[in-house]
């Protein structure tokens, strides 16, 4: 039995859309760093550099997405609902969802080794 505080899913659960920013509180307390941010990214624009975060561009991270490889910025792998490796991201930006060949094995059991 696991504690109680784990995070748990079910093997066939197919998810559940986070609603975010749902309270009138959490939007006005976020109110100042979203103009920062947008003064950040029109600035950055202006002496053409490229950032990593685009703040108007939507994104589609979630907790559904994998594990980390490494550190900040370095990436993650996760599994499908059927459970192929095929989630990963080694670039900020860049998607990679189709199976991942060279990662997949079958187990296959011989009965008639085992007595």
């Known amino acids: 039995q696991p504690p109680a505080i ?4 079910k093997f066939d659960d197919e998810g559940k859309k986070v609603a975010m920013l749902s309270m009138t509180t959490d939007i006005l307390t976020v109110i ?5 941010m947008l003064r ?3 600035e950055g624009i202006a002496k053409n550099q490229v950032a ?3 703040p108007l561009r939507k994104w589609m991270d979630n907790c559904y997405r994998g594990v980390p490889l490494g550190g900040l910025g370095s990436g993650s ?9 095929q989630q990963f ?3 900020p930006r860049i998607y990679e969802e189709k199976p991942i060949l060279a990662n997949q094995f079958s187990v296959i059991i011989n009965l008639h080794l085992l007595s």
């Open 6 to 9: 784990t995070w748990q899913r």
């Open 32 to 36: 100042p760093l979203i103009f920062k």
């Open 40 to 42: 950040l990214h029109v």
């Open 52 to 54: 990593v975060y685009d």
């Open 77 to 85: 792998i996760g599994r499908s609902y059927r459970g192929y490796f």
């Open 89 to 91: 991201q080694l670039f």
